[in-house]
Nanobody, 128 residues
Framework: QVQLVESGGGSVQAGGSLRLSCAAS????????MAWFRQAPGKEREGVAA????????YYAASVKGRFTISRDNARNTLYLQMNSLKAEDTAVYYC?????????????????????WGQGTQVTVSS
């Protein structure tokens, strides 16, 4: 069964750090785009960061660039999101997503409909 399982969410004070993990099972993710999205209450799901494992290309939303780092461990089939200098506005449910159909490219990585596989989400709460 193909699935993504996130972990690492929690509560932290503003200025703190968290690292999210997304374990992929049932397929080899190294050939596909993978991304992190987030959704705050009452807001649309937004792309946070994406990575194309084939070339190591990374993409970031302007709101997190310089603070968040997306990476992957091919041996563990795991995706990470290191989040530093967290702000209250980073509070959201964070989702891991994978494109196993080859629909994502550098121009649409932030659009959630282009990803076909999603994790269940993990809550991140930043208090100011």
């Amino acid at each position: 069964q193909v699935q993504l399982v996130e972990s690492g969410g929690g509560s932290v004070q503003a200025g703190g750090s968290l690292r999210l993990s997304c374990a992929a099972s049932g397929y080899t993710y190294r050939y596909y785009y993978m991304a992190w999205f987030r959704q705050a209450p009452g807001k649309e799901r937004e792309g946070v960061a994406a990575i194309y494992p084939g070339f190591g290309s990374t993409y970031y939303a302007a709101s997190v660039k310089g603070r968040f780092t997306i990476s992957r461990d091919n041996a563990r089939n795991t995706l990470y999101l290191q989040m530093n200098s967290l702000k209250a506005e980073d509070t959201a449910v964070y989702y891991c997503a994978a494109d196993t159909l080859g629909q994502v490219d550098g121009g649409n990585w932030y659009k959630s409909p282009t990803y076909d596989l999603w994790g269940q989400g993990t809550q991140v709460t930043v208090s100011s």
